[in-house]
């Protein structure tokens, strides 16, 4: 989650590539069925990576309402705690004119509202610079 990779929750057969934000997986280069389907862009929901506030008792754990300015413009998908960054990271589907980078949102967090903010990158090492596993292997003889 702090890397901002998506996982079940996020990626299943109920939304589209470009709602899940994974349209760099789909091939543009060749006609087949469903193409327009696939590369459109016009959905009604946006996958946004958010940053919620802590209160060192609860989560998420996915399906809480996200809201903006009193609204309810969608919902997380799934969330957990990033103990490296020391917050609450979610994945929600949510209106696009409420994914825009840094939106202030409210979630409903076990019936209280926590302050959120759509983040536009990953919240551990945005930019890959960390290894993401020890890759060092000695060969064997």
Avoid at 7 to 32: I, S
Wanted: charged share 25%; proline share 6%; glycine share 10%.
């Amino acid at each position: 989650m702090e890397k901002g990779f998506k996982g079940a929750g996020e990626l299943n057969n109920e939304v589209a590539l470009a709602e899940a934000d994974m349209l760099r997986f789909a091939r543009t280069d060749k006609n087949y069925l469903g193409r327009d389907k696939t590369l459109n862009t016009d959905g009604a929901w946006i996958c946004a990576y958010l940053e919620i506030e802590p209160d060192s008792v609860a989560d998420g754990h996915g399906g809480e309402a996200a809201m903006l300015d009193g609204k309810v413009v969608g919902s997380t998908a799934s969330a957990a705690f990033g103990p490296t960054v020391g917050t609450i990271l979610a994945f929600a589907y949510i209106k696009p004119q409420a994914a825009e980078r840094g939106t202030a949102l409210q979630v409903i967090v076990r019936g209280k509202p926590r302050n959120a903010r759509v983040l536009h990158e990953p919240a551990y090492d945005p930019q890959t610079l960390l290894p993401r596993a020890d890759t060092i292997v000695e060969p064997t003889q």
